[in-house]
């Protein structure tokens, strides 16, 4: 649906410096002529994680519409799905889809957010077999003020670069393994405490100004996470990512663990940002230079803005022709 209807849209799916779009979390609306309250909307579908292992591939749907959400300053409303399975009447089917509803309602009902409507969409298959067991939810988000919200560029030279959450070392439906054509049956799980207490912090972080840009980490990782946010900010940044749990290299660029964003914390305003002991911040680096260059004890990225813009919008024009 056209986003420019009643250009009431403020934060727009596209977001960065002019000419340098990348990849935003959520849009936000300004539905209100006379007032700064705002709505937040985002989607999410992890269709990959579900065939692995529903009732976990369940809980990540609404734990990522959640922090896309999140991510803009937006506190979770409500949400709406779309679930889109096999032919039920076949007992492997109807097992994913109870496991994947069972996942999600769990967290849904955790966190106190209805799921008043929703649409599913059976027998979805052919004689070669059933599509991948694909939930999508679209959530809404309350804006307590709209002149608040962030988008996932970065903005300022010097700022610092933290990750807000804990990674885990499972990658089972990883965007990662899949390039790699790797398997695991390990999907990472769901932390509803630790979910609650990042929102806390990242929503809270954002309202009081400490956090001007942020983007959860959700497929490739933390370095698909940072080189949106790059691409966006068309601007370096210096990474070091050996604090991020105790794994190899490449899970830690690359896992998917839920519940996590990198934040850009505006200088000087880095003790703004709320405090949680369930919710994990580790500083990672800072804003500036002509790279991204992402390391631990050896230099393991080093890409300028203008080399990941290419790749980011390549496929398409590929695609399209």
């Known amino acids: 649906y056209d986003h420019e209807v009643r250009a009431s849209t403020v934060i727009k799916p596209l977001q960065g410096k002019l000419g340098h779009w990348s990849h935003g979390d959520a849009a936000v609306l300004k539905p209100v002529e006379d007032s700064f309250r705002g709505l937040g909307l985002a989607v999410a579908s992890n269709p990959y994680a579900v065939a692995i292992d529903p009732y976990r591939g369940g809980k990540l749907t609404i734990d990522e519409t959640c922090r896309n959400l999140a991510a803009v300053g937006a506190a979770p409303h409500s949400f709406t799905d779309c679930l889109n399975f096999g032919n039920p009447e076949k007992p492997d089917r109807l097992w994913l889809f109870r496991e994947c509803v069972r996942g999600m309602g769990e967290v849904a009902s955790a966190l106190n957010i209805p799921i008043p409507s929703g649409n599913v969409s059976l027998y979805n298959e052919a004689v070669s077999g059933a599509v991948l067991p694909t939930p999508t939810v679209l959530g809404c988000g309350i804006v307590s003020d709209i002149r608040r919200c962030v988008t996932t560029d970065l903005k300022h030279e010097g700022n610092m670069l933290a990750v807000v959450g804990a990674a885990s070392p499972e990658m089972g439906g990883s965007e990662y393994y899949r390039m790699t054509k790797s398997y695991s049956s390990k999907v ?17 972080g954002i309202e009081r100004g400490a956090i001007v840009a942020c983007h959860d980490i959700s497929d490739g990782g933390v370095a698909v996470a940072l080189a949106e946010m790059c691409i966006g900010g068309d601007i370096g940044a210096e990474v070091d990512i050996s604090k991020l749990g105790d794994m190899r290299s490449d899970a830690r660029l690359f896992n998917e663990a839920p519940s996590r964003w990198v934040v850009e914390l505006r200088k000087g305003k880095e003790k703004l940002l709320p405090k949680d002991r369930k919710a994990k911040v580790t500083r990672i680096g800072t804003v500036g230079g002509g790279a991204l260059r992402i390391g631990a004890s050896k230099t393991l990225v080093d890409v300028c803005p203008d080399d990941l813009a290419e790749a980011f919008n390549r496929p398409f024009w590929k695609v399209m022709g």
């Open 188 to 204: 990472p799980d769901v932390d509803i405490a630790a979910l609650r207490a990042g929102m806390d912090v990242v929503i809270g």
